[in-house]
């Protein structure tokens, strides 16, 4: 009968009669019965009318949420408004963090113009390199279990050999097109590597210029930012080397080449 639970009704033992438990009901799924109603007494009996709500079967509802479908992006357009914006006058003397914010309010209002929306449902996510098949395979694994609920079962033990063949075969060739196209595609194997690291690499904590520790976030994008606009230097275009040229007679020929080149 699989594992049973005794649990009474808890609005069950408001209708009894003085201390005596009268109806006790077993489930496995205490939350079955809800909104219990007494409707008094039995005409000729001592026993009272209840009603309940009984919850035989439920649906599964998936949500569903907006995303950009990036695949219809009007890309053109999006980079021809970039370009015509004037940086310069827009970010002027703005920190790193105002910067962004203005840079990405213009970014996502260019996603909404330009972008279309699409609704997607909210499914238990696959891992990256899961196929179709082997998807197909660990479900029917899974049916298969639900039956004969045994491991040793022979149909279960031909649907868990077959599933873990696919999801093997499905994992090496995704493994095996990260590393051929790594010249191409450095982006999707480095992100492939970081799902599989349980550590989470993070910077330490920051000084300033007076020893003292920096905690706000803000704070510390500021000083990475003051760090990287220093190592940029100005050119002096004040000392440039002179060009000098020299005419050489070429008597084979007879044509004058000049030759050009630097003194420094």
Known sequence: MGQISWSLVFESNVYRRDDVILDLVITDEPYMVSEMKDLGLFTGSDHNALSWNLEIRTKQVFATRCVPDYSKADVDSVKLEMKSLDWESILGDLSAVDSWNVFKSKLDDLEHRYIPIKSCSVKSKKPIWMTHAAH??????????QKYKSTSHPAYVRAARRAKSLVKAARKQFEDRL????KEDRKSFYAFVRSKSRSKLSYGMLRDSHGDLIIDPKHRAEMFNDFFSSLFTIKDNTELPVLVVFVKLNWKTLKFQQILYSSS
């Open 136 to 145: 197909k395979a660990v479900q029917q694994r899974r049916q298969v279990y």
């Open 179 to 182: 590393a051929l196209n790594i």
